[in-house]
């Protein structure tokens, strides 16, 4: 049975649910507005491409089964198999496992709002939602410059890599990428909890995004704006600095090696490097989107879903196809379901 919200028949148009403008918030019409403040959020998606949704939707429910199941591979694959116990590979079990988090927190509500006349969501599940996303976001930018330390170490102290790199460092290195994220963006989000909600309450977003939830507050938001911006530029930065600094550290080192070592060197570091230019790159155009104000709510979504969808689609290809360890690795699972399932029909037709 499909959710409406309170006084609205099942007859209402769509377009009854777009907000009113800011001077009329006291007023309540179809059920959009409580005495008390707003309830549920609507949102709107891309609702005004009409019937192309479902295109969209196709696209997106397949790229989300793709996301989930290669990252899903990577995991298992890192985990069950003895020769991929270095570092490297549980840096990549952990980002492939928050990649699929974060894909998870906005997709599957984006792809249930393609299916009905109206997305609705609870006022604790869009602040909830609105502060995974952006911290599994800024965790997935932490994990990155956790695996360039890792390269960085791998390369420039070869001799001292195992002593480094014990399994203690590890989970210290990831728990401090939790907390990294959770510091830059909790914040905000509570600031954004915080303030009065009484007027529309129609979100121009696919899933609950900060910035299109402060718009629709009741109160003045210039202070949250500032703060916002400024903690994403220091989570954003800050990443990207010390990934920077980690690769330049690397070529300095690369530029002693021997042409053969420099390869191989490279090498282990080719396929960090794609997924860091490709999440960096995403990340700026979402940035660029809302900054710029020529373009429309629906090219910011679509803008918005390549970023959650794209470096999480792509990481497993990526790590696939230029990492032999890992391919070798992947063979061999597959070689070993391969052999049961012919096992297992041998086992039935005898019995037969």
């Given at each position: 049975?499909?959710?409406?919200?309170?006084?609205?028949?099942?007859?209402?148009?769509?377009?009854?649910?777009?907000?009113?403008?800011?001077?009329?918030?006291?007023?309540?019409?179809?059920?959009?507005?409580?005495?008390?403040?707003?309830?549920?959020?609507?949102?709107?998606?891309?609702?005004?491409?009409?019937?192309?949704?479902?295109?969209?939707?196709?696209?997106?429910?397949?790229g989300y089964i793709v996301i989930l199941g290669g990252n899903s591979m990577v995991i298992f694959v890192t985990l069950t198999d003895p020769k991929l116990d270095s570092p490297m590979y549980f840096f990549l079990a952990n980002l492939s496992f928050v990649e699929m988090?974060?894909?998870?927190?906005?997709?599957?509500?984006?792809?249930?709002?393609?299916?009905?006349?109206?997305?609705?969501?609870?006022?604790?599940?869009?602040?909830?939602?609105?502060?995974?996303?952006?911290?599994?976001?800024?965790?997935?930018?932490?994990?990155?410059?956790?695996?360039?330390?890792?390269?960085?170490?791998?390369?420039?102290?070869?001799?001292?890599?195992?002593?480094?790199?014990?399994?203690?460092?590890?989970?210290?290195?990831?728990?401090?990428?939790?907390?990294?994220?959770?510091?830059?963006?909790?914040?905000?989000?509570?600031?954004?909890?915080?303030?009065?909600?009484?007027?529309?309450?129609?979100?121009?977003?696919?899933?609950?995004?900060?910035?299109?939830?402060?718009?629709?507050?009741?109160?003045?938001?210039?202070?949250?704006?500032?703060?916002?911006?400024?903690?994403?530029?220091?989570?954003?930065?800050?990443?990207?600095?010390?990934?920077?600094?980690?690769?330049?550290?690397?070529?300095?080192?690369?530029?002693?090696?021997?042409v053969t070592q420099r390869l191989k060197a490279f090498g282990t570091c080719s396929a960090h490097l794609t997924v860091v230019t490709i999440s960096f790159s995403s990340a700026s155009f979402v940035y660029i989107s809302y900054r710029v104000g020529n373009f429309s709510?629906?090219?910011?979504?679509?803008?918005?879903?390549?970023?959650?969808?794209?470096?999480?689609?792509?990481?497993?290809?990526?790590?696939?196809?230029?990492?032999?360890?890992?391919?070798?690795?992947?063979?061999?699972?597959?070689?070993?379901?391969?052999?049961?399932?012919?096992?297992?029909?041998?086992?039935?037709?005898?019995?037969?």
């Amino acid at each position: 049975m499909e959710l409406l919200p309170p006084h609205v028949s099942p007859e209402s148009p769509r377009d009854s649910y777009l907000p009113l403008s800011s001077s009329h918030r006291s007023s309540s019409v179809n059920g959009t507005r409580e005495p008390d403040g707003v309830t549920f959020f609507i949102l709107q998606g891309l609702s005004s491409l009409g019937e192309k949704q479902m295109i969209l939707f196709v696209i997106l429910l397949l790229g989300y089964i793709v996301i989930l199941g290669g990252n899903s591979m990577v995991i298992f694959v890192t985990l069950t198999d003895p020769k991929l116990d270095s570092p490297m590979y549980f840096f990549l079990a952990n980002l492939s496992f928050v990649e699929m988090a974060f894909t998870t927190s906005s997709i599957p509500k984006m792809l249930s709002g393609f299916l009905s006349d109206v997305s609705i969501i609870s006022v604790p599940g869009c602040f909830l939602q609105m502060h995974f996303f952006s911290q599994l976001s800024i965790t997935v930018s932490a994990i990155l410059t956790v695996m360039a330390y890792d390269r960085y170490v791998a390369i420039c102290n070869p001799l001292h890599y195992t002593s480094i790199m014990t399994r203690p460092v590890q989970l210290l290195l990831i728990t401090g990428a939790w907390v990294f994220s959770v510091v830059f963006t909790l914040p905000p989000a509570i600031i954004a909890l915080l303030r009065p909600y009484c007027g529309p309450n129609v979100v121009k977003h696919g899933w609950c995004d900060l910035s299109s939830v402060r718009r629709l507050a009741c109160a003045d938001t210039s202070m949250d704006n500032i703060v916002s911006l400024s903690l994403a530029m220091v989570a954003l930065l800050t990443p990207g600095s010390l990934i920077l600094t980690s690769y330049a550290l690397i070529g300095v080192s690369l530029a002693r090696m021997a042409v053969t070592q420099r390869l191989k060197a490279f090498g282990t570091c080719s396929a960090h490097l794609t997924v860091v230019t490709i999440s960096f790159s995403s990340a700026s155009f979402v940035y660029i989107s809302y900054r710029v104000g020529n373009f429309s709510p629906e090219v910011r979504i679509i803008v918005a879903v390549l970023y959650t969808a794209l470096t999480p689609f792509l990481n497993p290809l990526i790590y696939s196809l230029r990492n032999k360890e890992l391919q070798e690795s992947i063979r061999r699972i597959l070689s070993r379901f391969r052999s049961a399932a012919v096992s297992a029909t041998k086992d039935v037709n005898t019995v037969s």
